[in-house]
Nanobody, 115 residues
Framework: QVQLVESGGGLVQAGGSLRLSCAAS????????MSWFRQAPGKERELVAW???????IYSDSVKGRFTLSRDNAENTVYLQMNSLKPEDTAVYYC?????????RGQGTQVTVSS
């Protein structure tokens, strides 16, 4: 079955960096786009970044220039490098895959940025 397992979250001071990972299994990873969403308490879920099967990327305006999304098809993993973190980046971050009409996501990893 499809599994997405996020890791790498934690507590960091403003201006710091974190690298999130999402290990995927149960599908042909290299064929599918992957994305990261985040959700803060009381806020709508937000698409943070998206990467195509061909490595094209799209970022939300709120993270553009600070976050970098990449994928390693040999490891079935996507990475979200987050630099210059701000308190408003605090949220639970979810890895997601849309596979043949079904949306899958992991359990999420908490990112907390202190001011």
């Amino acid at each position: 079955q499809v599994q997405l397992v996020e890791s790498g979250g934690g507590l960091v001071q403003a201006g710091g960096s974190l690298r999130l990972s999402c290990a995927a299994s149960g599908f042909t990873f290299r064929k599918y786009a992957m994305s990261w969403f985040r959700q803060a308490p009381g806020k709508e879920r937000e698409l943070v970044a998206w990467i195509s099967s061909g490595d094209s990327t799209i970022y939300s305006d709120s993270v553009k220039g600070r976050f970098t999304l990449s994928r390693d098809n040999a490891e079935n993993t996507v990475y979200l490098q987050m630099n210059s973190l701000k308190p408003e980046d605090t949220a639970v971050y979810y890895c997601s895959a849309a596979l043949d009409g079904h949306n899958y996501r992991g359990q999420g990893t908490q990112v907390t940025v202190s001011s």
